[in-house]
């Protein structure tokens, strides 16, 4: 039989409580938690899992909580690289490693943990579907038109959640989305090299003028394995710049640069093998970019904006929308509230997020004009408590304030 007659006879289930589109950190959050909470839920995604997805992989401290709060910590890090530090690298060369708690797991590995612990609680896995459009009875969203194979299925539903990603098309077919340009756009490739082992052990992050208005990242995985890559923002910004739009960026070059510019970087590709291919994505960042809801649909994770602009570290943020949104359904439905009020509750809890988001998008003056990446390091290396106000941004154990903006930086000068 064929792969398209095996997927042609499957037969869907007509209705479920809540249909989760897409099973990346925020679907498989969300899902999870419904699921737990004794919620009939159906998760579908357009691929079989395991499949992978272009990632740097790096798990920040946002992403440890959340996935303490799944209950998969400990699998998750009986796979994962666990890493102590961010080392931020600056274009003279100067480094400060900032502290936090975090790891490096390979997305093709982490986003099946997440999927199966879905399953595990409940939620019911589709075979691979793809979302074609809602269904909708008077502007309330009432289910979604599926695409398993060659064949159209509708599926009913109470709630339908997108937790579709960067890609744009499932937003605009929902009528979610308000930009269709990403943030950001990033490429990353596997390299293995044994002799760099011990070497690079942290999340090493670094601005160099020749990667204007980006960064680069060497993250280490297990067994050798690192996870090289360069990412650039279009963020406010960068338009102010002028020059320096995505449009105008080769991201290969800008890997190629990153290579020749970045000593550790060089040797990393000169000695070691690549695996598979440099591959590039797409970022949304800072909670912009689409609508969070309309009647009978939330939209959560990064198809709602939540990777952060500067670094480009998403996973933690997807799965913690992806938990809030599922939380403000299970709140609803216990005290019975109605569409309006669910939505309303799910949209506080997001923009209770903006601050944070806004620091990041601020921070990105770091990408544009990357030598005060070189003032911010000099000045923490000579202040401890500049290096602790730092790693508490990074562990969201302090609140952002300014600290990135041209007060914040004017203000660590004095302090
Ligand atoms: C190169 C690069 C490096 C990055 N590095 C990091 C990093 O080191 N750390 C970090 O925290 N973040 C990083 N990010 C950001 C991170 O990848 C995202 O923030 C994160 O994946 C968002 O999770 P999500 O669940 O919202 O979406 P995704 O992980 O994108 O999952 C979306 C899912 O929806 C499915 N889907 C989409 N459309 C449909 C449809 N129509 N029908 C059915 N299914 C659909 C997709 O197949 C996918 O499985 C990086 C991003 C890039 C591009």
Redesign the pocket.
Known sequence: MSPSAATDSVILPGHCEVLV?????????CARTLAQGGVDVLL????AFP?D????????PD?YAALTRLGVLEQVMAQARPASHVGCVGPSGGRIDVPGTMA?LP?KQL?DILCRAAVAAGARLLP?????SPLEEAGQVVGAR?KVGDTSHEIRCDWLVL?????P??LI?ADMCERRTPS?????GYVKNDAMVGRITA?DVVWHRRLRPGYG?I?PCRDGVF?I?V?IAHSHNTLKDGRLGMKDVNLREVFAAFTECYPPAHELMAGGTLQGEL??????CTLEGARFSRPGLLV?????G???SF?????????E??ILAAQALLAGRDARRDDAAVRADYESHLRALKPRFDLYEKANRVNVHPWLADLVIWRAKKSPRVLARMSGVLNETSNPGNLLSFKGLRRMFFE
Not at 21 to 29: E, F, R, V
Not at 311 to 319: M, N, S, Y
């Open positions: 589109i897409g099973a990346g950190p925020a679907g498989s959050a579908a995604d357009q691929h499949r997805k272009v990632c740097g992989d790096g798990l920040i992403a490096v997305r986003d691979p579907a793809r979302f074609e599926l937790a579709t990603g960067a890609v098309q499932a077919a950001g756009i990033a490429l990353r999340l990242w993250f996870n890559g990412g591959k590039g994505a797409p970022l949304r959560t994770g990064e198809a709602a939540t990777t952060y670094t480009g570290e998403g996973i933690g943020k997807a799965l929308t992806g």
